[in-house]
Nanobody
Framework: QVQLVDSGGGRVQAGGSLRLSCAASGDIYSNRCMSWFRQAPGKEREGVAG????????VYADSAKGRFTISRDNAKNTVYLEMNSLKPEDTAMYYC???????????????????WGQGTQVTVSS
């Protein structure tokens, strides 16, 4: 049964914006850092942003700082990624993921996440 559902991807021209959403079941969402990853063809999966369930703890990859914003609506068990000033190199499949614990680091180690969404495609054209 699906436990994390990510959505909101699409096709946009360079400089445009998209907002991704990830809805999770409460038992997974409520006490875990939630993060966004992306994977482009021929590339390794890389972390983009993460946010703890409470207290405002947020981490970003350097590539995301100043352009992407992660947020959570804990009442809705939903995490968002607002992406602005998109570039062609942002083209990738984007995945939401639930960390094993309350905090996550900007290393975005894959083995620290044990629940994953199915992915939503983001395509940025020049």
């Amino acid at each position: 049964q699906v436990q994390l559902v990510d959505s909101g991807g699409g096709r946009v021209q360079a400089g445009g914006s998209l907002r991704l959403s990830c809805a999770a079941s409460g038992d997974i969402y409520s006490n875990r850092c939630m993060s966004w990853f992306r994977q482009a063809p021929g590339k390794e999966r890389e972390g983009v942003a993460g946010m703890a369930p409470r207290g405002g703890w947020i981490v970003y990859a350097d590539s995301a700082k100043g352009r992407f914003t992660i947020s959570r609506d804990n009442a809705k068990n939903t995490v968002y990624l607002e992406m602005n000033s998109l570039k062609p190199e942002d083209t990738a499949m984007y995945y939401c993921a639930a960390h094993r614990g309350f905090f996550c680091s900007d290393r975005f180690a894959l083995d620290e996440y044990n629940y994953w969404g199915q992915g939503t495609q983001v395509t940025v054209s020049s």
